[in-house]
Every structure is written in structure tokens, then in C-alpha cells.
């Protein structure tokens, strides 16, 4: 079984190695850690332990893409199969396959992560498209894990997780919401163990070119010199 490596355990880590790391790498991995930290305290929201989950996760990979008109999803998916190629411990593999027949599967039947269902509420799909999607993305997955086509299946799960964070972060859901309790419980679940796994496989890579972070750290705001020609707003 898949051993998840706690957020003390982590940054004790990192507190060790970090001075041979890049700026990247010691901002990104600082950065998710404390996020995780904070998510594992909380014991009683998963709405919130979710949202810590998610932000941790997005401190890990996102990049500052500004100049490079990237989606989000071609981000993920290059982002996930980098991970999958250094995962050499096949961490992630074993994750997959220990979840599968518990949260994963849950997931991939429950049609309230899955964003055509509510492409199909909104007028744009039929009832019959969105469930004809909805088929062939669960069989999909089934195909990933029969042939153990790992991205397939990650990047089929990514997209449950980022709908619920999408209805989250947007005010499209209830906090304490009773209609969503199943997918909130269960997509905190398996994000509570792929960002410790993530983290890891960060840290046994240092060296690789993980991309800029976005937002980088900056200890003092640089401030715009004034026009002398304006003259000074006195209170």
C-alpha cells in the first residue's frame, strides 16, 4: 500500500534539502506545503480542506503562462505527464489502482463532477449528450486503467476535481451544502493523496525545469516614481 507522506514529514525534508534547489522549485514546494498544512488541520469543512487541497496543488504546478496562451488543461496535462515520467517509484500507479475500486470509481459515477452534466442544465446539450459523454469518458477510464494508461485516468479524475473546484471557487455551491456532501467528501479524498505524492516527486527532482512560478516572491513592493509635473495629494 501506497505509504502518503505527511506535511511534517515534507517539509522536515525540505527544510534539509533546499539550499541545493532551485528558486523554482524552493518557492513552489514552500508555497504547497503550507497550503497543505493548513488542509490537514481541518478536520470538520471539507468544503474548505478541498479549497486548501486545490490551492496547494495549483501552488505546485501552475506556471506563469502569460506569454505562452496556455489552457488550463494543456497545463494539466503537462504538468501530470511529467509527473507520471519521474515518477520512477510508480507512487501514482499504485495510488490509482489502491483508489480505484473505492473513491475513483465513486467519482466517475457521480454526475454532479462531471461538466457536461451541467453544460446540459445550462441549455447547451441534450440529456442524451450529456450522458452519452458521459458514458464514453467513465468507459475511458475503464480503458486507461485495463491497459494502465495512467494519464488517461489522472487526467479523466482531473477534470471531476476541477469541476467541484470550479463550482466552489465560483459561488456555484452551497457551503455545507447537503446536495453535494458525496463529491466534496470524496474529491478531498484523493486530492489529500495525490498533493503529498506530488510534493515528493517534486522533491526527488529538484533539478528538472519545473517553469516559473507564478507570482514571484518580492520582499518589498517597488513603488512608481511620481510625475513632478502632478503635484503631491495633501491630506
Not at 489502482?97 to 467519482?107: K, Y
Not at 458521459?134 to 495512467?150: C, I, K
Not at 517553469?211 to 491630506?235: D, E, F, K, L, Q
Amino acid at each position: 500500500m501506497t505509504r502518503i507522506p505527511t506535511h511534517k514529514e515534507l517539509k522536515a525534508r525540505q527544510r534539509a534539502e533546499r539550499e541545493t534547489h532551485s528558486d523554482s522549485v524552493v518557492l513552489r514546494v514552500h508555497r504547497s506545503l503550507s497550503w497543505l498544512e493548513r488542509a490537514e488541520r481541518e478536520k470538520t469543512d471539507p468544503d474548505a480542506r478541498f479549497i486548501f487541497l486545490w490551492i496547494a496543488f495549483n501552488a505546485a504546478y501552475a506556471i506563469d503562462s502569460r506569454g505562452a496562451a496556455l489552457t488550463e488543461s494543456r497545463t494539466f496535462q503537462t504538468f501530470l505527464r511529467t509527473l507520471l515520467k519521474l515518477d520512477t517509484r510508480e507512487r501514482i500507479k499504485h495510488l490509482i489502482w489502491e483508489t480505484f475500486s473505492g473513491s475513483i470509481r465513486v467519482l466517475l459515477e457521480n454526475p454532479y463532477v462531471f461538466p457536461d452534466f451541467w453544460r446540459h442544465h445550462n441549455g447547451e446539450l441534450t440529456a442524451n449528450e450529456w450522458q452519452a459523454n458521459f458514458r464514453r469518458a467513465r468507459n475511458l477510464a475503464l480503458v486507461g486503467l485495463r491497459e494502465d494508461n495512467r494519464l488517461l485516468i489522472l487526467s479523466v479524475v482531473m477534470t471531476r476535481l476541477y469541476t467541484l473546484r470550479n463550482q466552489l471557487i465560483h459561488g456555484g455551491a452551497t457551503w455545507d451544502s447537503q446536495l453535494n456532501r458525496d463529491q466534496v467528501r470524496d474529491c478531498s479524498n484523493l486530492l489529500g493523496k495525490l498533493v503529498p505524492v506530488i510534493i515528493e516527486i517534486m522533491l526527488d527532482h529538484p533539478d528538472h525545469d519545473w517553469g516559473p512560478a507564478i507570482y514571484p516572491a518580492v520582499t518589498a513592493p517597488v513603488r512608481p516614481a511620481r510625475n513632478p509635473r502632478i503635484p503631491a495629494v495633501r491630506s
